[in-house]
């Protein structure tokens, strides 16, 4: 069964960092493209974070570059977004999703499988 289970959201004040995980099960995530998406509330998802299979860098939206990383851990079959200098704007809730195998990433069109989320909250 596939899967994709996010964790490490939680409430953080502005400047603060936080660490998601997206666990995958059911298949091997290195084969494809893991991204980071995001809703905050009354908003439309927009998409945070790519990783592709081909290689290990990431693309990052214009609002989190110079603060957010992805990486993966393929041993662990998980992607990490590491999230430094956080701001009230980044509260959402945090999606990943899975595309491929072999996808490079490109948008949410490409994501076959996704998590539930997890709530990242920013504020004093």
């Known amino acids: 069964q596939v899967q994709l289970v996010e964790s490490g959201g939680g409430l953080v004040q502005p400047g603060g960092s936080l660490r998601l995980s997206c666990a995958a099960s059911?298949?091997?995530?290195?084969?494809?493209?893991i991204g980071w998406f995001r809703q905050a509330p009354g908003k439309e998802r927009e998409g945070v974070s790519c990783?592709?299979?081909?290689?290990?860098?990431?693309v990052y939206a214009d609002s989190v570059k110079g603060r957010f990383t992805i990486s993966r851990d393929n041993a662990k079959n998980t992607v990490y977004l590491h999230m430094n200098s956080l701001r009230p704007e980044d509260t959402a809730v945090y999606y990943c999703?899975?595309?491929?195998?072999?996808?490079?990433?490109?948008?949410?069109?490409?994501?076959?499988?996704w998590g539930k989320g997890t709530k990242v909250t920013v504020s004093s």
């Open positions: 999703a899975a595309g491929g195998p072999y996808r490079l990433c490109d948008g949410e069109d490409v994501m076959d499988y």
């Open positions: 059911g298949f091997n995530l290195d084969l494809y493209a």
């Open positions: 990783i592709s299979s081909s290689d290990g860098n990431g």
